[in-house]
């Protein structure tokens, strides 16, 4: 912040040291010249004094406000003693709008005389500074204070060369000096008493404004403040009855509490002592079961012992018996196997003379096909000895034929 503040200031510096460049006249033997001189330069040094209070109160500055990463603060300027809020797009305006009615002025001055060889490379520079104001001027960008001082430096710098080359006319001629040189101070002069005026009557309503919003602002802190005191005040009468009332849920909720674990504690016991007696009541049922099972199943155990006892005599005198069924067993299984035996016999005895059958048909099919093989093979034998005998007599008719056509020909 202190170096956006120390850019702010360093500007309006060096627009203040331009005003008073312009004041100058190039007859130094003038006394007019003389007197406005040592009124810029007081007026210099008292706009100096004011901007070191200026730097003083910015300081510390009075509002502040951070709005999308960009940062927008409110200044204090002071216009010819008059103190006024002013935020650094309004700042950077109100500059821009100096630059170029400083620059103006000077591009008036300079495009007059055209025939002014000497001061082509002045008229460039003063060309472009106008693209340079009317470039700052159609920005959309953020506010940029390195720009405009640049700007301020480079209308400095060719105020300088103007003042220069004028000093260097007024030596060569002198009688150019007096009326040209004072025609266009005035008009300088005029123009920046004309801005200076605007500024002023800008600022002034921007003054009014601002105490508007500041006894706005105090009226809204005021009320602000009477709403809280009020809100503190209903906030304890409520916090009270709300302690209160909470106060007497909390015992009311503690007195039920006790009164359900009481009774949840005798219900818990009652419980207990019903299921003690069933508990002793299913034991009993139980050991009773158990001794008449363990009766029954000795009586089974003595049961079964007479049993075996009378199946081992049982077994012990049938035991003969066993052994000739046995034997029985075996003889009926051999005249089983023997009788399967049998009907297999019988059975392959009939494939076979079936089989039999078969073989004598298919000699006699193979018979009769040898011998209309050979029947086939007697037919084949004639066809070729009658085809051989066609061929001769061919062959004998062709070569008859032949001598014969040649006998003619002879």
């Not at 016991?269 to 099972?293: G, I, Y």
Request: charged content about 30%; glycine content about 2%.
């Amino acid at each position: 912040m202190s170096s956006d503040v120390d850019k702010v200031l360093s500007v309006i510096s060096k627009t203040i040291s331009i005003i008073p460049i312009v004041k100058v006249n190039a007859a130094q033997g003038l006394s007019q010249l003389r007197k406005s001189l040592s009124a810029a330069e007081q007026d210099v040094i008292r706009r100096q004094e004011e901007m070191e209070t200026l730097r003083q109160q910015l300081a510390t500055p009075t509002i502040e406000v951070e709005t999308s990463g960009n940062w927008y603060g409110f200044f204090f300027l002071s216009i010819y003693g008059t103190f006024v809020y002013l935020c650094p797009k309004q700042l950077s305006d109100r500059l821009i709008s100096l630059l170029k009615i400083q620059v103006g002025a000077l591009s008036k001055f300079v495009h007059s005389r055209t025939g002014d060889i000497k001061l082509v490379h002045l008229r460039n520079l003063t060309d472009a500074l106008i693209c340079t104001v009317a470039h700052l001027d159609a920005s959309c960008q953020p506010i940029n204070l390195n720009a405009i001082s640049d700007a301020l430096d480079q209308v400095l710098t060719a105020y300088q060369k103007d003042f220069v080359n004028i000093t260097r006319q007024s030596v060569c001629d002198p009688v150019r000096s007096d009326s040209t040189i004072e025609n266009e101070i005035q008009e300088i002069k005029i123009a920046h008493k004309k801005e200076i005026e605007s500024l002023r009557h800008q600022y002034e309503r921007q003054v009014k404004i601002l105490r508007e919003r500041i006894e706005y602002e105090e009226m809204r802190r005021k009320k602000a403040v009477e709403d809280l005191q009020t809100l503190n005040a209903m906030n304890d009468h409520s916090l009270t009855a709300l302690k209160r009332t909470q106060e007497e849920i909390l015992a009311e909720q503690r007195q039920n509490f006790e009164e359900q674990i009481a009774m949840l504690k005798e219900e818990h016991s009652a419980e207990l002592n019903e299921e003690k007696e069933a508990t002793r009541l299913a034991l009993d049922a139980v050991q009773r079961s158990h001794e008449v099972e363990v009766k029954n199943m000795a009586e089974k155990l003595r049961n079964l012992g007479a049993a075996l006892a009378t199946y081992q005599a049982s077994t012990s005198t049938e035991q003969p018996k066993c052994l000739e069924n046995s034997q029985l067993d075996e003889k009926m299984a051999l005249l089983l196997a023997d009788k399967e035996n049998h009907s297999l016999l019988s059975d392959m005895e009939v494939q076979n003379h079936g089989l039999h059958q078969e073989l004598r048909k298919k000699d006699s099919i193979i018979d009769e096909l040898r011998q209309r093989i050979q029947v086939l093979e007697n037919q084949i034998a004639e066809l070729n000895k009658n085809y051989e005998k066609e061929k001769t007599k061919g062959i004998f008719s062709l070569g008859l034929l032949k001598f014969i056509g040649l006998s003619k020909e002879g």
